[in-house]
């Protein structure tokens, strides 16, 4: 089955730019989603189809995908960013989500 | 504005079933394929079955195939989660989603197997 990798936590200084990877067989030929979530809260949609922001997301997260690696990016991070997030991508009909990455900002 | 109250958790033994409903509004429901997905105590997400707008095309997670079975309603506006033989490691807070980019989660249901 197919597997999405993403490294278990990534800190970050405020102001400071974060990139969270999420890495999988030719992911590239996919579309991703990045979500957040805050403790006790239900996930968040931050980008989807690869690089697109709901309305309502900050102009600071950025979404790539190329390869086997997608990357999320926060520029000027701020501490309100701090939760894990999620990369989700489609495989065949069903979906995949990775491990998760929590974002630390310090 | 879009929202997705699940229902119907709680505690259940092992080998016991369980029926989850989610009622959506604040959208036209019949236009959008939905989706369930839970998250272990302390634990990521994982993807749980995905049903078409019309429900005529669903799938399912290999963890759950042959137990689970996703159904909707459009004339109810509710999204369901029929869970048949549960175990323990179907213990999780149960969430349902909208479309095919999950935009829209609503609060969780918690589920818990245990005798």
């Known amino acids: 089955s197919y597997e999405l990798t993403q490294p278990p936590s990534v800190s970050v200084s405020p102001g400071q730019t974060a990139s969270i990877t999420c890495s999988g067989d030719?992911?590239?030929?996919?579309?991703a989603c990045w979500y957040q979530q805050k403790p006790g809260q239900s996930p968040v949609l931050v980008i989807y189809?690869?690089?697109k922001r709901p309305s309502g997301i900050p102009e600071r997260f950025s979404g790539s995908n190329s390869g086997n690696t997608a990357t999320l990016t926060i520029s000027g991070t701020q501490a309100m960013d701090e939760a894990d997030y999620y990369c989700?991508?489609?495989?065949?009909?069903?979906?995949?989500f990775g491990g998760g990455t929590k974002l630390t900002v310090l | 504005q879009v929202q997705l109250v699940e229902s119907g958790g709680g505690v259940v033994q092992p080998g016991r079933s369980l029926r989850l409903s989610c009622a959506a509004s604040?959208?036209?429901?019949?236009?959008?394929?939905m989706h369930w997905v839970r998250q272990a105590p302390g634990k990521g997400l994982e993807w749980v079955a995905v049903i078409s707008y019309h429900g005529g095309n669903k799938y399912y997670a290999d963890s759950v195939k042959g137990r689970f079975t996703i159904s909707r309603d459009n004339s109810k506006n509710t999204l369901y989660l029929q869970m048949n033989s549960l175990r323990a490691e179907d213990t999780a807070l149960y969430y349902c989603?909208?479309?095919?980019?999950?935009?829209?989660w609503g609060q969780g249901t918690l589920v818990t197997v245990s005798s």
């Open positions: 989700q991508a489609w495989d065949t009909s069903t979906r995949v």
């Open positions: 989603a909208k479309d095919s980019n999950l935009e829209h």
């Open positions: 604040g959208f036209t429901f019949s236009s959008y394929d």
């Open positions: 030719k992911l590239g030929d996919k579309y």
């Open positions: 189809q690869d690089n």
